[in-house]
């Protein structure tokens, strides 16, 4: 009788152990597939280079310094004005500051009609004339279905002297549908938006 005890015992705690690890993942169809985006570049039609700019010599991006809540693979959005919340099956294909910045250099390229735009770190060879450090401090969809890129920017010269003095700027994009994908889609154009404003400043100093 003790032996059968024993046994039924083990066939129970056995059973216990199983259940859970088949709720895991049943098989293809029975879980839900993470979904990987990255921010958009500008296109050709959304940006016309700056006429009459000739760049004197390589702009660099960088440092940019970002806040840590975003500092995950998952797509961050507000719920209230104290509260976030991760997404579950919505990440970013790349960590989002790396993302940030890429994008934010091919955007410059475009709009000032130049190849010599680089992020930093860059190679020790290339010698940028100004670079753009920036401070992100905000970068996410807020409860009013608005997407908020809020950032703070200065431009420095080739020895660290300070160009233009520091800005802070916020820009603000209407989240069409609500979904992540639109929600990157909205956080694009803040980008967009943003190198805009940038490159009015760079080719203000040029003229």
């Not at 700056?50 to 840590?68: K, Q, R, W």
């Not at 995950?72 to 997404?87: D, F, H, L, S, Y």
Request: glycine fraction near 6%.
């Amino acid at each position: 009788m003790r032996f059968t005890a024993t046994k039924s015992m083990a066939l129970i705690i056995g059973l216990i152990l199983i259940i859970p690890a088949g709720c895991v993942n049943l098989g293809p169809g029975t879980t839900d597939a993470t979904r990987l985006f990255v921010l958009a570049p500008m296109t050709d039609e959304a940006a016309t280079a700056e006429s009459g700019y000739t760049p004197l010599a390589a702009l660099g991006i960088g440092p940019l310094a970002f806040p840590e809540y975003l500092n995950r693979p998952q797509i961050v959005t507000r719920i209230g004005m104290n509260e976030i919340q991760m997404a579950d099956f919505a990440n970013w294909a790349e960590p989002l500051q790396r993302n940030f910045q890429r994008v934010l250099a091919e955007n410059l390229s475009l709009l000032l009609g130049t190849d010599a735009v680089y992020t930093h770190p860059w190679r020790s060879t290339l010698k940028p004339l100004h670079r753009i450090e920036m401070e992100v401090t905000r970068f996410d969809a807020d409860p009013r279905g608005d997407a908020v890129l809020s950032v703070r920017w200065e431009l420095l010269d080739a020895r660290g002297r300070q160009v233009l003095p520091k800005t802070k700027a916020v820009y603000r994009q209407p989240v069409a549908g609500g979904d992540y994908p639109a929600i990157v889609a909205a956080l694009s154009l803040t980008l967009a938006d943003f190198s805009r404003d940038l490159t009015s400043a760079i080719v203000t100093l040029k003229s």
